[in-house]
């Protein structure tokens, strides 16, 4: 883990956002970039710990374009949504902010199973905050107070699966209180992880359908969208293999001797090449190239 600071209400690097709110944390435990905490926009992204497929998929298709254009995504390091969210970050190098409701030192850190994770955010440019000093442990009360630092950092807050009764539904509460935007992810009426996104959505949250919805509940425009892509953006693998690609259909075993790349490789690259929207699955693995 990196050095731990203490960062003042008065400091020139305190987060001017959290600034505003009725009740901001003073002093804020820091670890990593703390530079990030005044970047704008910052998109808060929070959600059930026992996300399904369906949390994840939206995550990867609704704001992977604005990952890609280095929007950063703050969450609480929890399971489900919030690592999904902090992984979408780290799988493009942008930076992410994790907020926790324990100590930032090693032996404090919750979960125990999210340690390497912390570390991971911090070493590719991200950060970790705390309101609570080292050796400070995860107590219950924490993560509610902890909620209101998460939607007072950031312009707007997202929430991505959350049955009626969720503590995510507390963070979206608190950011509409502070002035601030609220957006969800709509499903299916009879999805209990569904419940309070959909009621947030009728009580007057934004739907977010599409990544355009991203941009534009930021208020900022797309350098790359998802329906086009800059191939300068793509990893060294993620061009070899899409080189190797044209409109006539291959199946992965061509692909694999084309490239010789490894097949476990090879499978991780083109379903992020599915993300981008610049290859299509045929089904029966068989890949087109788009455009």
Do not use: W
């Not at 009740?23 to 959600?47: C, I, T």
């Not at 902010?97 to 850190?109: F, R």
Request: hydrophobic fraction near 45%; include cysteine; glycine fraction near 8%.
């Amino acid at each position: 883990m990196s050095t731990i600071i203490a960062i003042a209400l008065n400091d020139p690097l305190y987060p001017a956002l959290l600034k505003e709110i009725f009740d901001p944390p003073d002093p804020l435990y820091v670890s990593g970039n703390a530079n990030l905490l005044n970047f704008s926009p910052l998109l808060a992204v929070v959600g059930s710990r026992k996300s399904s497929a369906y949390g994840k998929q939206a995550i990867d298709r609704l704001l992977t374009p604005l990952v890609k254009n280095g929007v950063p995504l703050v969450s609480g390091l929890a399971y489900g949504v919030d690592s999904i969210a902090h992984n979408l970050c780290l799988s493009y190098h942008t930076p992410t902010i994790a907020v926790l409701g324990s100590g930032l030192d090693d032996a404090s850190i919750y979960p125990r199973l999210h340690i390497k994770l912390a570390n991971a955010i911090i070493k590719d440019g991200g950060v970790i905050i705390s309101e609570y000093p080292n050796g400070t442990a995860p107590l219950q009360f924490h993560f509610p107070a902890r909620n209101r630092i998460i939607a007072g950092l950031t312009m707007a807050t997202l929430v991505v699966q959350a049955a009626a009764r969720s503590g995510s539904l507390i963070t979206a509460r608190l950011a509409l209180e502070y002035g601030r935007d609220v957006a969800a992810v709509p499903g299916a009426i009879t999805d209990t992880l569904s419940a309070g996104t959909n009621q947030l959505i009728q009580q007057g949250a934004t739907p977010l359908l599409t990544p355009e919805d991203a941009f534009a509940l930021l208020n900022i425009d797309p350098i790359v969208t998802a329906s086009n892509h800059n191939t300068a953006v793509l990893t060294d693998l993620q061009k070899i293999v899409l080189g190797a690609m044209s409109s006539t259909p291959l199946h992965v075993d061509q692909l694999v001797s084309i490239t010789s790349l490894p097949s476990p490789i090879l499978s991780v690259t083109l379903t992020e090449l599915e993300l981008l929207d610049v290859i299509e699955h045929l089904g029966g693995m068989r890949y087109t190239r788009k455009g």
